[in-house]
């Protein structure tokens, strides 16, 4: 399915968990997006700007840079995608930093602890792709 533009929608993963980050790119693929990960948390903002995502699905705690100055960033560059939270953090840190991430503008719906269940991410990614297909 493509979104109404011919296009497939975009995923990028950011997590310095590898194997964490691959995981959202293989499931988002099933669902119909065109996904990339990446673990270099310092080179967000450009590789957003050149792929353009519809989706960021992001680690709260990474070296470098945390969710919470990654928004920041976003903020300043006008992101105006989706963003889910995808963390190990316990349930109030996601609340917390989701809530952070709304208060500057941004769009930050979904929080997700880890172990990613992976149904969740599923459905999450299915109504996403049928909102920009509608």
Partial sequence: MTEAGGHLPKLMAVDDDVASAELVVRI????????????????????????????????ICMPNIDASNLFVLLKDVAYSGTIILVSGQDNSVLSSTAQFGRSLGL??????????PIADLRKILMECRDAMAA
């Fill in 28 to 59: 988002a693929e099933r669902c119909g997006y065109e996904a990339f990960a990446t673990s270099d948390s310092r080179g967000v903002i450009a590789l957003a700007d050149t792929l353009k995502p519809d989706i960021l699905a992001v680690d």
């Fill in 107 to 116: 769009n930050v719906p979904y929080a997700l602890q880890k172990p990613l």
